[in-house]
Antibody, heavy 118, light 109 residues
């Protein structure tokens, strides 16, 4: 069975960098996209973008292009989401999800809560 | 790209049916047979309930059904149960990029 396990909650200060992870299990890690989805407190879901671990092809939502970076290490089935300089407005829950490349996200991680506060 | 439009709330009594709409444009909902629906309980990750407009993943009760007409997709929950109370989100494709709906809170009265 496919499982996505995300790294734990983070508390950071504005301007700091951060890299969170999404560990996949099962044999499909390199044949599906991994998406990152943001959910700000009390708000809806936003697709940030997706990465294809097989060849590291990446698609960013225009809203997040240049704000975050996706990467993977397919040898250990991990996808990463990173920020070089956090802002308070980056405080949110971040989910990774297996993405079919179209509209469907069929397996989800448990979420990583990021809090950015001075 | 703007989010797909959903009603903020919907409700029904146990055993009744509730239908949630998801309105987009001919560039997303109306242009592709790629509409999916997600259920999210408070503090939990979303769960895929419907994909490709009307297909149910294994394990999803057949009380959940999806359809589409023009630029509007719909999710119907029949025979409402207490555990169906949750937020529901639709997605579709805008070109190659997925677009989420604004979300609908379903309350079981």
């Amino acid at each position: 069975e496919v499982q996505l396990v995300q790294s734990g909650a983070e508390v950071k200060k504005p301007g700091e960098s951060l890299k969170i992870s999404c560990q996949g299990s099962g044999d499909s890690f390199t044949t599906y996209w991994i998406a990152w989805v943001r959910q700000m407190p009390g708000k809806g879901l936003e697709w940030m973008g997706s990465i294809y671990p097989g060849d590291s092809d990446t698609r960013y939502s225009p809203s997040f292009q240049g704000q975050v970076t996706f990467s993977t290490d397919k040898s250990i089935s991990i996808a990463y989401l990173q920020w070089s300089s956090l802002k308070a407005s980056d405080s949110a829950m971040y989910y990774c999800a297996r993405h079919d490349g179209y509209d469907s996200f069929d397996y989800w991680g448990q979420g990583t809560l990021v809090t950015v506060s001075s | 790209q703007s989010a797909l439009t959903q009603p903020p709330s919907a409700s029904g009594s146990p055993g009744q049916s509730v239908t949630i709409s998801c309105t987009g444009t001919s560039s997303d909902v109306g242009g592709y047979n790629y509409v999916s629906w997600y259920q999210q309980h408070p503090g939990k990750a979303p769960k895929l309930m419907i994909y490709e407009v009307s297909k149910r993943p294994s394990g999803v009760p057949d009380r959940f059904s999806g359809s589409k007409s023009g630029n509007t997709a719909s999710l119907t929950v029949s025979g409402l149960q207490a555990e169906d109370e949750a937020d529901y989100y639709c997605t579709s494709c805008a070109g190659i990029n997925p677009l989420f709906g604004t979300g609908t809170k379903v309350t079981v009265l």
